[in-house]
C-alpha cells in the first residue's frame, strides 16, 4: 500500500525578488519521515525551509501540507497549523533574559487554556524529554552549547506538534555531541509521532538517521534526485549525488 504524502512539494520555485535560487522541485515527505534537504553550500538549503515554513511566499509552485495549501489559506487556517509546527535554529534561539522553563513555557501560555500548573508539568516533561531535567531555573547564559540545542528543541515540542524543522541542528557540536543530538531527535519523533524536515550537510546524521530526502544543486538551479539519502548514496543515477554522499569515504581512502 502506497503512503500517502505528508507534504507535497509541486514545481516549486524559490528565491529573493527576481533571482532564483531554485526551480522546478518536486518532491514528497511521508508521515514521520526524517527528511533532510541536502546538497552543496549555497545551493539553496535554508532558503528552501524558509518557503516550507511560512517565511518567504514561492515565486511559483505550492507546497501542500496534508492537502492545504499555506499561502493560499486564510490567516485562521494558517494559524492553525503554525501551531502544528516547532521550529529550531541554529543557535537555540532562546530568550535570554527568561529561564529554560519560562522559554519552553511561553507557546503554552500563548496558544493553550492550560494552568499554570498544568503548564509547569508539561514545561517538567519536554525539559526531561530532552535531557534537561533539573535545569527548568537556568538562564541561557549558564548553560553550554550543546544544552542550548536541547533547550531549543524542548521549546519546539511544547505543543506536541505533528511536525518539526530543524536548521543545521548540529552546527558547532563536537561529534559526540551530534551523535547525542541524533539520537534525541529520534527519540522526541517516535515520542509524539512528528515528522521531521532537517536542512544539514553532516553526513553521519544524514545517513544514520535520514529516511528521506531532497538534493539541491546550485549550478542547475534545482533537484537532482531524492529518496532515501542510504539508496541514493549507492544507487542514484547522478554522480554528483553519489559523490557528495560517499564524501567521507573518498576522503578516507586519499588520507590512506
Keep these: ?86 521550529i529550531t535554529f541554529q543557535t537555540g534561539a532562546l530568550f535570554s533574559s527568561m529561564t529554560l522553563a519560562e522559554n519552553v513555557a511561553l507557546p503554552m501560555q500563548l496558544y493553550t487554556d492550560l494552568s499554570e500548573k498544568q503548564i509547569a508539568e508539561a514545561v517538567a516533561y519536554k525539559l526531561a524529554l530532552v535531557g534537561l531535567g533539573g535545569f527548568e531555573d537556568f538562564y541561557p547564559a549558564e548553560i553550554s552549547g550543546g544544552m542550548h540545542k536541547r533547550a531549543g528543541l524542548a521549546r519546539a515540542i511544547a505543543l506536541d506538534p505533528q511536525l518539526l524543522f530543524f536548521d543545521e541542528p548540529s552546527a558547532g557540536l563536537d561529534p559526540i555531541s551530534s551523535l547525542r543530538l541524533d539520537q534525541l531527535i529520534l527519540q522526541v519523533c517516535q515520542a509524539l509521532d512528528s515528522t521531521v524536515i532537517i536542512v544539514s550537510h553532516e553526513l553521519p546524521s544524514i545517513l544514520s538517521i535520514g529516511t528521506n530526502s531532497v538534493f539541491l544543486d546550485a549550478q542547475a538551479k534545482t533537484m537532482l534526485d531524492s529518496g532515501d539519502p542510504k539508496h541514493l548514496a549507492q544507487h542514484s543515477r547522478q554522480d554528483k549525488v553519489r559523490q557528495f554522499l560517499n564524501r567521507a569515504e573518498s576522503q578516507t581512502e586519499e588520507k590512506a
Design 1 to 86: 500500500m502506497v503512503q500517502q504524502a505528508f507534504i507535497e512539494v509541486r514545481d516549486l520555485t524559490i528565491g529573493y525578488g527576481n533571482r532564483v535560487v531554485q526551480e522546478h522541485l518536486q518532491f514528497e515527505v511521508r508521515k514521520n519521515d526524517i527528511f533532510f534537504i541536502i546538497g552543496g553550500s549555497g545551493c539553496g538549503k535554508t532558503t528552501l525551509l524558509k518557503h516550507m515554513i511560512g517565511l518567504i511566499e514561492p515565486s511559483h509552485g505550492e507546497v501542500l501540507y496534508q492537502g492545504t495549501n499555506f499561502y493560499r489559506s486564510d490567516e485562521e487556517t494558517q494559524l492553525e497549523l503554525l501551531k502544528n509546527w516547532g
